[in-house]
């Protein structure tokens, strides 16, 4: 059984940086895609980011030149920077990995 563990998020002034880390333990065979979700209450769940077992990246384009995805295929772990973070940010920020696995979230709010 495949199990996600986020760390990071918390809460951030406008302009700030906060690192989401997701790390996949278990019965693990060659992840391909990883990246990151994020939802905000009443709307839905939205692709922040998304990094192949090959290194191509691709991003929201509200996100892009402010955050930077990552990862470390022999830790199985994937990470997002997110350097000036604005209100808008403020979400439910989930890891996913291909094809439907999910973490339990981690809040972010961005807030002075």
């Known amino acids: 059984q495949v199990q996600l563990v986020e760390l990071g998020g918390g809460q951030a002034q406008p302009g700030g940086s906060l690192r989401l880390s997701c790390a996949a333990s278990g019965s693990i065979f060659g992840i391909n895609a990883m990246g990151w979700y994020r939802q905000v209450p009443g709307n839905q769940r939205e692709l922040v980011a998304i990094?192949?077992?090959?290194?191509?990246?691709n991003y929201v384009e509200s996100v892009k030149g402010r955050f930077t995805i990552s990862r470390d295929i022999a830790e199985n772990t994937v990470y997002l920077q997110m350097n000036s973070l604005k209100p808008e940010d403020t979400a439910v920020y989930y890891c996913?990995?291909?094809?439907?696995?999910w973490g339990q979230g981690t809040q972010v709010t961005v807030s002075s």
């Open positions: 990094i192949t077992s090959g290194g191509s990246t």
């Open positions: 996913w990995v291909y094809p439907d696995l």
